[in-house]
C-alpha cells in the first residue's frame, strides 16, 4: 500500500510504501521537513501499522534537504518502546546526502541506542539486506 502525504503548500514531503513480502514500511522523505510535516507523516505511519502490524522500517533521507533534528525530543518520545504507540525494532536509515541531515539522525541514533536498532546506510540495497536478515 501505497500513500503520499503533501504538505499545506499541496508538495509530497512523504511517501510511505508498505513492503508486504518484507514486512517492513519504507519511508522516503522529500525536501525540508520541518516538526509539523513529521508529526503529520508518522501519524500516517502509525496508521499503517496499525493494519500491518510490522517491526521494521527502511527510512530514506535520500532526498531530505536540511536538518530535521528540531524533531528529536518528540521522536525520541514516539519511538520509546515504553510509551510508543507501536514497536518499531530495527530501522534502516539511508543517509542524507546533506551534513545537517547527518548530523540530524545521528543525534537520534545516539538517544535511541538501547531502544531501537538504527543502522546507518549510504546504499539503498545493503539497507535492504540488512533488514533482511532481522
Known sequence: MRREVKNQGGHTFLVLDYDQENNWLYLNWIGYQNLFNIKQGLAEAWNMFRRYRFSKVLNDNRELVG??????????????????????????HIISPGIFGQLSIQDLQTRLINKVEIKLFEDINRAQDWLKSK
Open 67 to 92: 536538518p530535521w533534528d528540531k524533531a528529536n525530543d518528540w521522536l525520541e518520545e514516539e519511538l520509546n518502546p515504553a510509551s510508543a504507540p507501536i514497536r518499531i525494532k530495527y530501522v534502516a
